[in-house]
């Protein structure tokens, strides 16, 4: 049964600190003459009553007797009164106490109104249903319902048997809705689905309900066909049943998926017959978008590989000629020799006859091959690869409908142009007079022109070459799609963006508050004047302080800035750590994660994928086992050895049906919120900035996210991880190598349900990008990247008539375009809006901004805004000495996690085993759900070490303090055979240092320069 601790029902907790005492049970004037006036001077048990009533109403939302009430509680509110302390409530009469909680309710205007507030109850219950699927969400949505509306609270077992009903309710109305109109034809094709068919090459036979799950690996040939007569058959079933899965909201429709995806045959047949075809319709839905995003995918890659490989070649072959080229170039040099040393025209001309001698057609047929690859045209090494695909090619792009999201058509016109001449066997194509479908060449790049019609662009073009153009025609498809110039029909990812975002009546009903909380202007004018205000204010402050900063010099109109000076260590530092090193216990990494789950309980964020109640009788020791095997990625077989307490296949069954992304990253908010409460972590951080950075991850290349990464040489993924000033990790996410990590940069802001709540992004040079600074700009992000070239970087002024004494020669002639920041305010607004309301993503919208597209105008408006953004940015760089040595700590806090987090991931030799994107997304956030538990941990074992020390009058500063970390590993063993025991009672957490004060500013601890 869902717990109450597991909700936000108000309670009151057992051990109240002398603050919160005062705070919340505290009588207020008003409060005293409310008491008085109700009561007789002569009753001061009624007084005290009806005053412990008032207060506990307040702070719990529902009347409560008095006499259960704490001792401290109910002597501190007769304080407020003056009352004898003496006094206790067992005098406190039924008839007394009834008629004094009508006079709260009056007092606080609490509606008493049970049938509003019952009708109020079903309401929000239902609606709550509709997008989650959890008890104690629904719980927690009433309850804010309820107090907003100014109702009384009912008893917690009320509320759970109306949260279960609810879900109950919704999941068959979901369910009936989805189910209804299949024919018993179509049942019958769904339950053949979950029989298994003989396979003459496995002796163990997959049913086609598990072959539809298995998503498509390496992208070869041989797989990519059986993928697309895999996706033929789920296109064929989809149609077949054509049901509307969009009635149902999104996240529940990802629950649904989750749940299916975790099922198989025997557990579907195990359910109701109502609910098995629902969760089968929903995942053939899911699973035919997500395999048209596959099948783009592939195409991006291959495209992507036929340059890198044709550039490779490109750069073999000159090698391999190298010694055609010098043989040309010492040619050339005789012949010049000639020309120089003699008079004469006809010695001239006798002279380069010698040189060439009989070489003469030999030589010009190696120059034509040498200016064949000029400019470095490697396009000629693409034509063989590319054959050996180009039927498949045309399989997927036969298979996919692709649209144009712009006004312009031509990708569109250019398809259906190869398409009709697909099996022309002419190298050459006459396009003069053609008619049926004309020939699209404003799709073709420069280069990609001349390759295929052999003519510069605006010359007269009469015929082209098949190939060329198609190659031409390949890779500005996959521009568009990456960009969302072009989007795919039915697909997920690469659908078009524009339908997610909110309606423009939608826009103008939000703009007003969404403007008044960011404090931006509602009007494009008002707007562009503001931000070109604020650019020239800083650009005069900067020119004015330029004389005394220092730091400063411009040479060559570039700015130069003077290495920092690293700031020196505290002396007592070393030996301090080793004191507070000496206090901790030793301990390995099984017993880490124990004891945070008996202090914080978090396995209750770990419940079935079908929302109901666990029937797992020791589940916090089976969580432990399944959050170390897949958190320090030693996966469930060493699971099984080093724990020899459950099974491979028990440790599995969690992470597979119990587990996914959106409960991990509750379950992280619930353990970041707790260590906030901490008081040293605020000798590193204000929890006001976060740094971050990209790590590589080992991984099998089965499977489409694997890229070769160019640093490391090898295939695999990036990491991306927010990690906060107080060392925590906030985020995490798994991306692609090829991808660009500032694209990232901004989904954890809006996703973040933590009380840490950073305005502050410190990153490494690819986080300076135009658009990235424009976007962030609307969620007052400030975005601090260490650019490893900034004094190549243009400065911009607010318009040309501005003139500086010192820093003028920094600033470029280009002016910033605010005529189109106004245009198109209204458009950025717009997605600002849809991205902080959830309906888009930004790493969704900067796909599409972050690639110079030459079709969108909204990036030429985040551009240019973005472009005032780093300015400001830049200029504040350049000024303030404490803003480098801020970005640098906090970079460097970011490299030091990656570190840390390795260390935690030890198992597997580095590598991600499983090749499911799902499962592998999974393990990264369940490594940083471990690598937190473990800065937990070793925070409440620092923090009591400190705090024994102080008592034995050991002197420790702040600025010692600033300089330790929560990643210490010394004390902890990560191998071995562990034993898993509950029982073992962990240490009192001390959230408070003994005297210590916080320290507001510590984002210059732990420089390193």
């Known amino acids: 049964m869902t717990a109450i601790h597991e909700t936000a029902y108000p309670r009151i907790k057992p051990n109240l600190s002398h603050k919160e005492m005062i705070e919340i049970f505290t009588l207020t004037e008003n409060e005293i003459n409310f008491v008085n006036t109700n009561t007789k001077k002569t009753k001061e048990t009624s007084k005290l009553g009806l005053a412990v009533l008032l207060k506990c109403f307040q702070y719990l939302g529902r009347m409560i007797q008095p006499q259960k009430i704490n001792n ?73 319902d309820l107090i907003k509306s100014k109702f009384e609270l009912p008893s917690f077992l009320r509320l759970l048997r109306l949260a279960r009903a609810a879900r109950k309710i919704t999941n068959y109305s979901y369910y009936s809705n989805l189910v209804t109109n299949l024919s018993q034809h179509e049942k019958n094709k769904l339950d053949k689905l979950l029989i298994s068919t003989p396979n003459n ?217 190869i398409k009709a001449h697909r099996c022309s066997r002419k190298e050459w194509l006459d396009i003069d007079g053609e008619k049926t479908v004309p020939v699209e060449l404003s799709v073709l790049k420069e280069k990609w022109h001349y390759k295929a019609t052999g003519k510069n662009k605006g010359e007269v073009v009469t015929k082209i070459h098949k190939k060329y153009y198609e190659l031409g025609v390949l890779s500005a498809l996959t521009t568009d799609l990456s960009c969302a110039d072009a989007y795919v029909e039915g697909a997920s990812y690469f659908d078009n963006p524009n339908k997610h975002l909110v309606s423009w009546d939608q826009f103008h009903c939000d703009l007003e508050n969404f403007c008044n909380h960011l404090e931006l202007p509602s009007t494009p004018a008002i707007f562009g004047e503001l931000f070109k205000k604020r650019l020239e204010l800083k650009a005069k402050s900067v020119d004015e302080n330029y004389p005394n900063n220092p730091y400063l010099t411009i040479e060559n109109n570039k700015p130069i800035l003077k290495k920092l000076q690293s700031k020196e260590m505290p002396g007592d530092l070393e030996k301090i750590r080793a004191l507070i090193m000496a206090e901790m216990p030793v301990s390995n990494i099984v017993d880490v994660i124990t004891d945070v789950e008996n202090w914080l309980n978090i396995s209750r964020f770990f419940k079935p994928l079908s929302g109901y109640e666990l029937k797992i009788k020791d589940y916090p020791p089976r969580f432990i086992s399944t959050t170390f095997a897949y958190g320090c990625n030693i996966g469930p077989t060493q699971g099984e050895r080093c724990l020899q307490k459950y099974t491979r296949k028990q440790i599995a069954w ?185 309906k888009i993503k930004a790493s969704t919208i900067l796909r599409k901004l972050c690639s110079k597209s030459r079709k969108n105008k909204l990036y030429y408006a985040f551009r240019e805004l973005g472009r005032v953004q780093r300015t400001l940015f830049l200029l504040k760089y350049i000024d303030d000495i404490e803003t480098q040595r801020m970005i640098q700590a906090g970079t460097c806090k970011s490299e030091e996690f990656n570190e840390f987090k390795n260390w935690v991931a030890f198992g597997g030799g580095g590598i991600i085993a499983d090749n499911m994107e799902c499962n592998q997304r999974k393990i990264i956030k369940y490594n940083q759900l471990v690598a937190n538990m473990v800065i937990f941990h070793n925070v409440v074992h620092q923090t009591k070490a400190i705090n024994r020390l102080i008592t034995k009058r050991v002197e420790i500063s702040d600025e010692i303090l600033s300089h330790l970390s929560p990643y210490w590993t010394e004390h902890l063993n990560r191998f071995g055979t562990f034993s898993l025991d509950m029982k073992k009672i962990p240490a009192d957490i001390e959230y408070k240092l003994n005297n210590s004060e916080p320290k507001k500013n510590a984002e210059n601890a732990n420089i390193s320069i």
Not at 316 to 331: E, G, M
């Open 654 to 838: 969690l992470f597979n049906h119990h587990v996914t992304e959106q409960k991990i990253d509750k379950t992280i908010y619930s353990l970041i919120n707790s260590y906030n409460l901490f008081t040293l972590p605020e000798q590193w951080g204000d929890g006001s900035s976060a740094s971050v950075d990209g790590t590589f991850w080992d991984m099998y290349t089965q499977n489409l996210l694997a890229a070769h990464h160019i640093r490391y040489g090898k295939y695999g993924g990036v990491g991306y991880y927010h990690v906060s000033d107080k060392y925590i990790a906030l985020f995490s996410n798994l991306i692609s190598c090829a991808a660009h990590e500032a694209v990232y940069l901004l989904d954890f802001i809006v996703e973040n349900d933590s009380d840490i709540k950073p305005t502050k992004i410190y990153g490494d040079s690819w986080a300076q990008s135009e658009v990235l600074f424009g976007l962030s700009s609307f969620f007052s992000i400030d975005v601090m990247p260490r650019i490893k070239n900034f004094k190549n970087l243009y400065f911009y002024k607010a318009s040309k008539k501005e003139c500086y004494t010192n820093i003028n020669n920094l600033f470029t002639d280009k002016e910033i375009d605010w005529e189109t920041i106004e245009k198109y305010y209204y458009d950025m607004l717009r997605i600002a809006i849809s991205i902080q309301s959830g």
């Open 201 to 417: 090459n496995d002796l163990k036979s997959l049913s086609s309900w598990m072959q539809l799950k298995k998503p498509l690996e390496k992208p070869t040939v041989k797989k990519v066909n059986q993928f697309m007569m895999q996706l033929a058959e789920l296109h064929e079933l989809r149609n077949e049943f054509n049901v509307d899965i969009n009635l149902i909201s999104p996240l529940r429709i990802e629950n649904i998926e989750n749940e299916a995806m975790a099922a198989d045959s025997a557990m579907m047949k195990k359910m109701s017959a109502v609910k098995r075809y629902a969760l089968m319709i929903v995942l053939i839905d899911t699973k035919t978008t997500k395999a048209i995003d596959d099948l783009v995918s592939v195409l991006i890659k291959w495209n992507k590989k036929f340059h890198r490989n044709a550039k490779n070649k490109l750069e073999n072959y000159r090698l391999k000629s190298a010694l055609d080229t010098d043989n040309l170039v010492c040619l050339l040099y005789d012949m010049l020799m000639g020309l120089k040393n003699h008079k004469t025209e006809h010695e001239k001309i006798t002279a380069i006859e010698g040189s060439v001698d009989k070489k003469l057609d030999t030589t010009i047929e190696q120059c034509k091959i040498h200016l064949r690859y000029k400019d470095n045209n490697y396009y000629d090494f693409m034509l063989k690869p590319f054959s050996n695909k180009r039927c498949l090619i045309y399989k997927i792009l036969d298979v996919l409908s692709i649209k144009s999201s712009t006004s312009d058509k031509s990708i569109e016109r250019s398809l259906a142009f």
């Open 72 to 144: 401290a509680i109910v002597l501190n509110i007769a304080k407020g009164l003056a009352l004898n302390c003496k006094f206790d409530l067992s005098d406190y009469s039924n008839s007394t106490r009834k008629n004094h909680i009508d006079k709260v309710r009056d007092f606080l205007q609490i509606n008493k109104n049970k049938n509003e507030r019952k009708q109020c109850m079903k309401k929000s219950a239902l609606l709550s249903s509709e997008y989650k699927e959890n008890l104690a969400d629904i719980i927690n949505h009433i309850l804010e």
